[in-house]
């Protein structure tokens, strides 16, 4: 006969599993949510790592608009903010997404500095735990990478064009070697001239190549010596007929108004100006451009600029950068680093369809 008050075995047992069932099945379900959402994460991490890279290519690692246009994916790491400015080739550019700085929140931040180009910026996002702060990091590492690969390939990229450029010297150097053996083979001629008739014959053959010779001297050994005489020598500059005959050299119609006199180097005056007219000889062939000549040491040129081509300071002054199948992306980068020898800087706008170039003069050179 069975005890009072207790149960049968079979009936505990059967209780005692169905615990550890529902036990299990809690377990399961929690190991299969905690599964799904890591799997989510991880979706959303590879996604937005794959975005970052795709984006760089297709922008070709260009560096501003990489920057520009990598804050939706940032966001979609948590990231609140990103701000902090690009110096590019002397040109302050400011970046603003999402939200300002601010101490409440976690800040990451990154600079990338290289010849002529500055990257200071600072990622902010909220008290971030776990497997979000872990992801919010490895998308600015991928970030931070990509930028600083892209900023590193830039400046290889103008390294690479120097070496260009170093090339044409050679190029130049070897015309000049080339000048000085016909020099000495014209000499050597001269001497084993003895009758009448090899003395003709040196003399046409003289008549058929000086021209061409002399063409070859002048286009090298003048620009490579004229400026180097006048390099270190200033001169009291007049501004308005220095500037009318540069443009009229470069075929450019102006309107100019104002005068001033400059103390300075006039080789530097004159390359910076002959650059300048170059850009509106190349981008408004037709325009008459607009020529102001300030007391203040400043001089202004403007001209309509073209409904169809929208440029951004930035990229003006970016060396190797054109869009002129003629240009070299050279010309207002050399501009703006010949006037910083005279201790002036060169500027540009865009309102109004206008492009404006704004020449400002160091105070000392002042008029006389």
Known sequence: MPLKGLKPMGEGIHNFAWVAAFILLIIGLTLMTVL???????????????????LNEAVHQDVLQFIDQAWPFLSQAKFTGLNGHVDWFGEQIPIRHGLAVSPSQQAYPLKLVQQGIEVHL????????GEDQLMAQLVWQQFSALLSLDVNYKISQF?????RLERYQLFVQHDIKNIAQFITLLADQLEQAQTDGEKLATYHQLQSIMPTISRRATQTIQQMTQPSRDKQTKKLIDVRPTLEKIAKSYDVSIHISGQAKLWGYQWAFEQVFQRLFENFQHHAPQAVVDVVISDNHQIQLSAPADAQ?????????????????????????????????????LHFDHQHQQNTFVVQFAQDNHDE
């Open 36 to 54: 799904l959402y890591l799997h989510r994460q991880s979706h959303r991490l590879k996604s937005v790592l794959m975005g970052l890279y795709q």
């Open 122 to 129: 600072s990622a902010q996002m909220g008290r971030l735990r």
């Open 159 to 163: 390294l690479l064009s120097q070496k």
């Open 309 to 345: 081509e929208s440029i951004s300071a930035a990229r003006m002054f970016e060396p190797f950068w054109t869009t002129s199948e003629s240009g070299m992306g050279l010309g207002l980068y050399l501009a703006r680093e010949t006037l910083k020898t005279m201790g002036g800087e």
